[in-house]
């Protein structure tokens, strides 16, 4: 079942809270289960991306295009261009491994990148 443009505000926020250490994973996990019918994977796979965004590290799991947008939006506009320049190092390197393993161009989330590269 494909994400509601509302399921990724809310699992970011919830990613931003754990990330800052107002929530728990757990409970960030069940919120998204409980409150915005999400699958508890997917919310960990999301929870589990943010810090990677935050500290501009490879992370293996990847978005979807229109998530990944969103967040690399929401950490522009939360954590300014510094904070945008960490999420693009790491969205860069996640395309990267991405496409070395398996075999295939990322052209989407290429574009993406490179619209949001340009707001540096």
Same mark, same amino acid.
């Given at each position: 079942? $494909? ?10 926020? +919830?990613?931003? @809270?754990?990330? %800052? &250490? ?14 915005? $019918? ?10 589990? +991306?943010?810090? @990677?965004?935050? %500290? &501009? ?64």
């Amino acid at each position: 079942m $494909a994400l509601t443009s509302e399921q990724v505000k809310q699992v970011y926020q +919830v990613a931003k @809270k754990i990330y %800052e &250490g107002s929530v728990s994973a757990v409970d960030g996990v069940e919120c998204m289960f409980q409150q915005h $019918a999400m699958n508890k994977g997917t919310a960990r796979i999301f929870i589990s +991306v943010f810090p @990677k965004l935050r %500290e &501009g590290q490879l992370y293996k799991y990847g978005l979807a295009g229109m998530p990944m947008d969103y967040f690399l939006t929401r950490v522009l506009i939360d954590y300014g261009k510094a904070g945008l320049l960490n999420a693009l190092n790491a969205f860069k390197s996640h395309i990267e491994y991405y496409e070395d393993r398996r075999k295939t161009n990322m052209n989407l989330l290429r574009e993406i990148y490179k619209k949001h590269l340009g707001f540096l």
